[in-house]
């Protein structure tokens, strides 16, 4: 059987414009990007094109690469004390010299839409998530777009990354 991704995302992203258009609210979501990473630049170009298609929102923040761990919390700070702003997306990995823990420690777990932040991580691995990491929860919905049950089977994860293999294992 071919999962078909792409297919899936384009019916969902369809629905997501109907429920937010029938909603009335206009969601926001705030992207940090720090640094001319060209495959991080382009993942975020492409998360700013799915905003506008649904009807989300979204500004983006890029801080030089030699930005310090102290600039990128102060545009988090204002993006989390901007009650214009319902999202975060803190794109990852940062440079070497920004405490990526302190970062993600900072947004605001309710506007932590990548599902990073230890609040939302604990609520995942304790079967109660509010955001999860977006690999995993669109692994999980493929799987479900296509009738493929989880519960109950048994599934190999390889990897054990906090951003992905971990989540994977979690939503499984």
């Given at each position: 059987?071919i999962?078909?991704g ?6 969902r992203?369809?629905l997501?414009?109907e ?6 609210l ?5 992207t ?35 930005a310090?761990t102290?600039r ?21 990995p ?12 900072a ?6 839409v ?9 609520r ?15 692994i999980?919905t ?31």
């Amino acid at each position: 059987m071919i999962l078909d991704g792409r297919k899936v995302s384009e019916k969902r992203l369809e629905l997501l414009k109907e429920k937010i258009e029938e909603s009335g609210l206009y969601p926001r979501l705030a992207t940090v990007i720090v640094g001319d990473d060209p495959a991080s630049k382009l993942y975020v170009r492409m998360k700013h094109r799915a905003c506008e298609r649904v009807g989300i929102g979204s500004i983006g923040i890029e801080l030089p690469g030699d930005a310090s761990t102290e600039r990128v919390l102060e545009a988090v700070n204002r993006l989390n004390n901007d009650p214009d702003i319902n999202g975060i997306l803190v794109q990852l990995p940062l440079p070497s010299q920004v405490d990526t823990t302190c970062v993600i420690d900072a947004v605001a777990p309710g506007k932590d839409v990548d599902g990073f932040h230890p609040y939302n991580l604990g609520r995942l691995l304790s079967g109660t998530p509010v955001f999860a990491p977006c690999t995993p929860q669109g692994i999980m919905t493929i799987l479900e777009e296509y009738g493929i049950p989880t519960r109950g089977q048994r599934a190999v994860v390889v990897g054990r990354s906090i951003d992905v293999g971990r989540p994977m294992a979690a939503l499984l």
